[in-house]
């Protein structure tokens, strides 16, 4: 059975997973608001440094880097995003049948950049959509071949 063949889809981060986001992390940061106010109102303001890994957690969750837009690219071996010279693999996380949230790790460069995560919708990106799940869902080429490959048992 041949590979899937290459592929370059536009891809846009779904727009209520970016709302959804959004949401949780304003009501985050309302609620540990909220808690540190009460707690000096209590008279206990050390309890506000019990919050300090929640607002770091917090602060980590506002910079997730999110892919808005771009060009995805599969070229039946490697996965690129806009053009990038740095290669990837791409493995689902979560998959609703109407959405994904992929992982795309690149496997060079800086281990804090590694990892990209894409939110697609099948919304977003129409017609595209089955073209993205069989590339993504597709067994992957062996790195040097079958033919490079020893044999598993020796010939008598």
């Known amino acids: 059975m041949p590979g899937p ?65 771009g060009c995805l690219r599969w070229d039946g071996e490697v996965w690129r995003l806009d053009g990038a010279e740095q290669a990837g693999t791409l493995a689902v996380a979560l998959d609703g049948g109407h959405w994904m949230l992929l992982r795309l790790r690149s496997i060079e460069g800086p281990a804090w950049r590694r990892v990209r995560w894409l939110a697609l919708s099948r919304r977003d990106l129409g017609g595209q959509w089955h073209a993205l799940r069989c590339a993504v869902y597709s067994p992957r080429p062996e790195p040097a071949g079958r033919s490079a490959q020893a044999p598993a048992a020796p010939s008598a």
């Open 5 to 69: 063949a290459a592929l370059c889809i536009e891809i846009r981060t779904a727009g209520m997973w970016r709302l959804g986001s959004a949401a949780v992390t304003l009501a985050a940061a309302f609620g540990l608001v909220w808690w540190s106010l009460t707690a000096f109102e209590r008279g206990a303001p050390g309890l506000t440094l019990l919050a300090l890994p929640a607002w770091l957690a917090l602060a980590a969750a506002a910079t997730m880097r999110w892919i808005c837009g």
